[in-house]
């Protein structure tokens, strides 16, 4: 009990311990702030590859596919923990407007709107058939023509507010898309010079999946048409990839685990067969795989950005120490009398060890309210700054990003409450070791009185 | 003198200054290498742009002849020492089995081109430019192509596999793009594009360290990429003029005095109607980096300021320290008061430790991030064989190799702030030494 009395002597009574606790609490406040803000981004960003991708992914990088992949659809979709599968094709695309003299490069995906909707978020991504994703590729303004959906990026305009002006209706815009068939064994599926395959579609809808890469990139046209394009549309037909769903409760990586098992089992039944070959190449990843090498780049940032504030939480070890050193020093005869009263080294030691927790849980909770209350306001004080200045933290026409993230996530301030407390255990080490091992008898000495 | 001499004394008996000496060094050092690592990316995107587009960028809004008699124009006034043809188009290029990329492509003069940027210097092969008397009219159709384009960086590593992308010279690629052909119409003739694909040698392997640039762009030379693109057009084509500036000429009058020559030349000699004219963009290519630098340059800003702000507690490791000896060094400073010396100067003995002890933490941060930033490479690739952890990818962050020049004007500022906050963290010890009267603290009992 006097260790408790003790520590909140010490917290309240001394005012130099104000100033460990304003350390600790403005150094938890930055660290909350940036950390939500980012593990936002990253959340969110985790999110929208998640919706892109689906669950899993059997596929392939190479661009001339694989064969047999209706067979493999079928035995996913007889599988119990399967909930939706849609195959896909991939490739590049060269398109051209009508009446315009320039071409673009894009990457192209062929989708069965209604199949690739109910595994992933292309549906939802749609502006004008977000409630009729079935007919993404049928222009509203003539329902026969062959559609193509755009991703948003290379369509409109995104505002400085984050945000794209859709016209009330679809624009009836026609453009010619070429690709290069490719054959079975990757060679040109026609020999000469005019190996391309070209076919006209119309502007259909937009596709805003919030991954810039994706949406200033990519257009959607259907399956089969992307299948001919390609040259995917031979004897043995071929895809690129079968995104796929699981069914609710299914844990990822015991989904991913049955696919594999169902994959390998399907590839030993196919090694005789033709194109065989081709399934070599294929490979089942979880979303998380398959999106890697854009995920991890922005949970690098993050990585780099934490081993940077653990750097910068050094100097609030050292300001903890130098504050418990002077206790220590000025409070020699508490800690003597302690002694001669019978308290062992591990209780003095223990006091102060108490006290650098309640000095790191107390700094946690201001750092945590101020940084809470700052989080609650970050996006009025973005929009006064922009209002009056002109000031954003990030120029929404450049990035992709809509409002600050600001959700505070309790494991992340768990973690850095807990780091706040740590270091506060850690600055209070040496300090708390010199008052356990101080002897009564030098302390109390008449000439030390 | 009596000073500098209780500074030194401090220095070397309180061993607990040290502490705040290297709180400030590493405060310091970290903030260095913060703004050295975003400015030397900056001055490498900017750089990156003079090395592809030269230092001028003369963009036309749609393809235009006659270029050579412009180029001339440029070359004869004292600003532009010179200038090369760009003519710009979209292509799927068919590398070998399954390899079909997407590709920008640029139609130019491999000669007047490395005379305007680094063109020459980023090829691979070593077998240099074709001479500038070479017809390839009637020879063998050739193409740079980005090393991004035939091989990925290593996973791990993040580095191209030079010897496999040399292999590629003098392999015979496939392209597709659209020439650009007039059609009859209802409304009479219009332009339409018809896909136009032809098959060419690779002559050399492009290597400029940008990753954009290096996996997205293939280079033909501009007659033949013509004749693909404008089949039914006699005269030479291009899109746009890259122009490199003499050395020490004035940027902004250069860029005024081309748009003058441009809007005399294309309305003269094209008979491009004010219209179409004012389309044209004439800028320089740093500053068409402009809004992205600007966006670099706050995100600096903003990660300045909040490693600024976490940095604040060196103000309270200072405070704290220099009470402590303050507070057991009345006497010293009681004796001194004894001999004369004033309130002030007491003051100025501890806020002058402050800033000394400032000064030798800012040194030390200086150095620290000197250290770091020059070993930066050498750092992120340890960390790579240690933790198996890639933290610079050229993919994700452009450049292959992290930028490792120290911004000396930045460290400068970082300096002097760590200098004043280590005396504005002394400055209340500093006043509490002023306060104390010699009679209290050196009488007998």
């Keep these: 009990m006097y260790k408790l009395v003790l520590a909140f002597r010490y917290m309240f009574k001394r005012r130099i311990s104000y100033l460990a606790l304003a350390a600790v609490g403005l150094c938890v406040f930055v660290v909350v702030v940036v950390m939500t803000v980012m593990t936002g981004l990253v959340v969110d960003f985790r999110q929208k590859n998640h919706e892109f991708a689906g669950d899993c992914v059997v596929g392939t990088d190479s661009l001339v596919g694989f064969g047999y992949y209706e067979e493999f659809v079928e035995i996913l979709e007889q599988s119990e923990f399967v909930e939706a599968v849609s195959p896909v094709v991939k490739g590049y695309a060269l398109v051209s407007g009508a009446g315009s003299e320039r071409n673009y490069g894009f990457e192209l995906m062929g989708v069965d709107a209604d199949r690739h909707s109910a595994v992933t978020g292309f549906g939802r991504a749609l502006h004008y058939h977000q409630d ?265 026409t450049v990035y992709a990003i809509g409002a600050i993230p600001n959700r505070l996530e309790p494991g992340v301030l768990a973690i850095v409450c807990a780091c706040a407390v740590l270091a506060c255990m850690a600055g209070a080490y040496l300090p708390s070791r010199r008052a356990a091992v101080s002897a009564p008898a030098a302390v109390l000495q008449v000439n030390q009185l | 003198m009596l000073k500098v001499f209780l500074w030194l004394r401090y220095l070397h008996k309180r061993k607990i200054v040290l502490l705040s000496i290297t709180a400030v060094a590493l405060s310091a050092g970290m903030l260095i290498v913060v703004a050295s690592l975003f400015t030397g990316f900056i001055s490498a995107f900017e750089q990156s742009a003079v090395e592809l587009m030269g230092d001028v960028v003369v963009s036309a809004p749609v393809s235009f002849s006659n270029y050579r008699e412009f180029i001339e124009t440029l070359e004869d006034t004292g600003d532009v020492e010179a200038a090369t043809p760009v003519l710009t188009g979209r292509g799927l290029l068919h590398l070998g089995a399954g390899n079909v990329r997407a590709v920008q492509i640029w139609g130019i003069e491999p000669q007047s081109r490395a005379r305007v940027c680094g063109f020459a210097n980023s090829l691979l092969g070593g077998d240099g430019l074709p001479g500038p008397d070479s017809d390839d009219s009637g020879q063998q159709a050739i193409g740079y192509v980005g090393i991004g384009l035939v091989t990925e960086p290593d996973p791990a590593s993040d580095e191209y596999d030079f010897d496999a992308a040399r292999e590629i010279i003098g392999k015979r690629v496939v392209l597709t793009t659209g020439a650009i052909k007039e059609v009859g119409g209802a409304v009479g003739p219009r332009a339409e594009v018809k896909r136009k694909t032809f098959a060419f040698t690779v002559a050399d392997i492009v290597f400029t360290g940008v990753y954009g640039i290096d996996s997205g762009f293939l280079y033909l030379p501009i007659e033949q990429f013509q004749r693909q693109l404008y089949p039914d057009e006699d005269g030479e084509r291009a899109q746009m003029i890259h122009i490199k500036l003499a050395g020490g000429c004035n940027e902004a009058a250069a860029v005024a005095q081309i748009r003058g020559l441009w809007v005399q030349f294309a309305s003269e000699k094209l008979n491009w109607g004010q219209h179409l004219i004012s389309f044209t963009d004439i800028e320089t290519s740093r500053r068409m980096q402009s809004r992205y630098v600007l966006e670099l340059r706050k995100q600096m800003g903003v990660l300045l300021l909040i490693f600024g702000v976490a940095s604040l507690s060196v103000i309270a490791l200072v405070f704290c320290i220099f009470y402590m000896i303050v507070m057991t060094r009345q006497r010293d400073v009681a004796i001194i008061r004894a001999c004369g010396a004033t309130s002030s100067s007491v003051a100025g003995i501890f806020v002058g430790f402050g800033g000394f002890v400032g000064l030798i933490g800012a040194a030390a941060g200086v150095g620290l991030g000197y250290i770091v930033i020059k070993n930066i490479n050498v750092v992120e690739q340890w960390i790579r064989i240690v933790f198996g952890l890639k933290l610079w990818k050229s993919s994700v962050y452009i450049f292959s190799r992290i930028p490792n020049e120290i911004d000396w004007g930045w460290a400068q500022v970082i300096g002097i702030s760590a200098v004043a906050a280590a005396a504005v963290g002394a400055l209340i010890p500093a006043l509490a030494a002023a306060r104390c009267k010699p009679v209290d603290i050196l009488r007998y009992e």
């Design chain 1, 132 to 396: 009729d994703w079935a007919n993404a590729f049928r222009p509203s303004y003539e329902p026969n023509l062959p559609g193509f959906v755009a991703g948003i990026d290379i369509w409109l305009e995104r505002d400085s507010r984050s945000k794209y002006t859709h016209p009330s209706e679809p624009t009836r815009r026609r453009f010619s898309v070429s690709c290069f068939p490719l054959t079975a064994k990757g060679a040109l599926a026609r020999a000469g010079t005019d190996v391309v395959r070209t076919r006209t579609f119309y502007f259909s809808d937009t596709s805003h999946s919030g991954l810039a890469k994706v949406d200033g990139a990519m257009i959607y046209i259907p399956f089969e048409w992307a299948q001919q394009l390609s040259g995917m549309g031979g004897a043995v037909k071929r895809a690129s990839a079968i995104h796929i769903k699981f069914t609710a409760g299914t844990d990822l990586s015991v989904g991913c685990a049955g696919v594999n098992d169902l994959w390998e089992k399907f590839k030993a039944g196919k090694q005789n067969e033709k194109a065989a070959a081709l399934l070599e190449t294929v490979r089942v990843q979880n979303w998380k795989d398959y999106r890697r090498q854009f995920i991890a780049a922005m949970e690098k940032e993050q990585v780099m950005l934490t081993i940077m504030f653990a750097l910068a939480g050094t100097t609030t070890v050292f300001v903890v120490f130098v504050v418990f050193y002077m206790i220590v020093s000025h409070k020699s005869k508490d800690i003597g009398i302690l002694k001669s009263v019978g308290a062992s080294d591990g209780s003095v030691a223990g006091l102060f060890r108490l006290f650098a927790v309640m000095m790191g849980l107390s700094g946690s909770v201001v750092g945590s309210l101020a940084g809470w209350l700052f989080l609650t306001k970050i996006n009025d004080i973005e929009n006064w700054l922009f209002e009056r200045f002109g000031f954003q933290l990030w120029d929404r």
